[in-house]
T-cell receptor, first 114, second 114 residues
Framework: GAVVSQHPSWVICKSGTSVKIECRSL??????MFWYRQFPKQSLMLMAT?????????EQGVEKDKFLINHASLTLSTLTVTSAHPEDSSFYIC??????????FGPGTRLTVT | KQEVTQIPAALSVPEGENLVLNCSFT??????LQWFRQDPGKGLTSLLL?????REQTSGRLNASLDKSSGRSTLYIAASQPGDSATYLC?????????????FGTGTRLTIIP
């Protein structure tokens, strides 16, 4: 149980373009979705938290207009990096949560912006 | 602001040895502490979760301890194997507006030498 998928697993895009990352919980429903990013040799940093059907709450320093989060259903959430720049190159990991104090992690998406 | 530190940042040990990974956190008002392993370019696998009221948890060759008052946790790995090579992350959880927020440590990159 608790299978999480992310798509794509790896993406390269040109500076100024937008990229959408999908996160699906395959065998459970996620009332809450967490999105993390991890820069090389650094730990995971929480970017934002969203509840199904509600607007996401962003951590300090994370631009909400740049990182668009949609949590339209209990099994799907998307993160769109708009007008990507090289400094947005990172490893993005979603973490769906079926209930409080229970989180599962996706395999991650490696984004490289050239 | 919670800060989580892991020492050492990297560790190499011969196969078969026992080893200890350390995690320290600055704010003792935590709900739980988890240890994860992360394989290169992949998501996280939860290893052990210790509730704030507990002192330790064991799973197979792994034993994690928690001393909340001193802000420390250790992960003990017995009889290490090459398959244990990975980055180990600790994360402290706290309740925030009805859900749990995790703050991750900086990680220890473990290499088991055959």
């Amino acid at each position: 149980g608790a299978v999480v998928s992310q798509h794509p697993s790896w993406v390269i895009c040109k500076s100024g373009t937008s990229v959408k990352i999908e996160c699906r919980s395959l065998d459970f429903q996620a009332t809450t979705m967490f999105w993390y990013r991890q820069f090389p040799k650094q730990s995971l940093m929480l970017m934002a938290t969203s509840n199904e059907g509600s607007k996401a709450t962003y951590e300090q320093g994370v631009e909400k207009d740049k990182f668009l989060i949609n949590h339209a259903s209990l099994t799907l959430s998307t993160l769109t990096v708009t007008s990507a720049h090289p400094e947005d190159s990172s490893f993005y990991i979603c973490s769906p949560s079926p209930r409080t104090y229970e989180q599962y992690f996706g395999p991650g998406t490696r984004l490289t912006v050239t | 602001k919670q800060e989580v530190t892991q020492i050492p940042a990297a560790l190499s040990v011969p196969e078969g040895e026992n080893l200890v990974l350390n995690c320290s956190f600055t704010d003792s008002a935590i709900y739980n502490l988890q240890w994860f392993r992360q394989d290169p370019g992949k998501g996280l696998t939860s290893l052990l979760l210790i509730q704030s009221s507990q002192r330790e948890q064991t799973s197979g060759r792994l034993n994690a301890s928690l001393d909340k008052s001193s802000g420390r946790s250790t992960l003990y790995i017995a009889a290490s194997q090459p398959g244990d090579s990975a980055t180990y992350l600790c994360a402290v959880g706290r309740s925030f507006s009805g859900y749990e927020k995790l703050t991750f440590g900086t990680g220890t990159r473990l290499t088991i030498i055959p």
